[in-house]
């Protein structure tokens, strides 16, 4: 049973801060889901276990930004180097 009767101005923002918090971090996620990227899965996971770190974040960003292979299994076709 949660209790509403007490909720002050602060813990609103905590909770719009932990919501946004949450938003901000899974942004490389959510950019691959809208670019239909094919491994969307191993973005995800990458994301959520090593996008604490700065470097990790910064790389799933990148690579859910990078262009989708063609052949959509992680092969290049022999046309495009």
Do not use: C
């Not at 007490?6 to 919501?19: A, K, M, Q």
């Not at 990227?37 to 470097?55: A, H, Y």
């Amino acid at each position: 049973m949660i209790i509403i009767g007490n909720i002050g101005p602060w813990e609103i923002l905590l909770i719009i801060s932990i919501v946004v918090m949450h938003f901000i971090y899974y942004i490389p996620s959510f950019l691959a889901i809208i670019r239909k990227r094919p491994d969307i899965l191993k973005i995800f996971l990458f994301n959520m276990f090593l996008g604490w770190t700065i470097m990790g974040w910064i790389l799933a960003l990148i690579w859910s930004l990078q262009k989708a292979d063609n052949n959509g299994d992680g092969s290049r076709s022999p046309h495009n180097p």
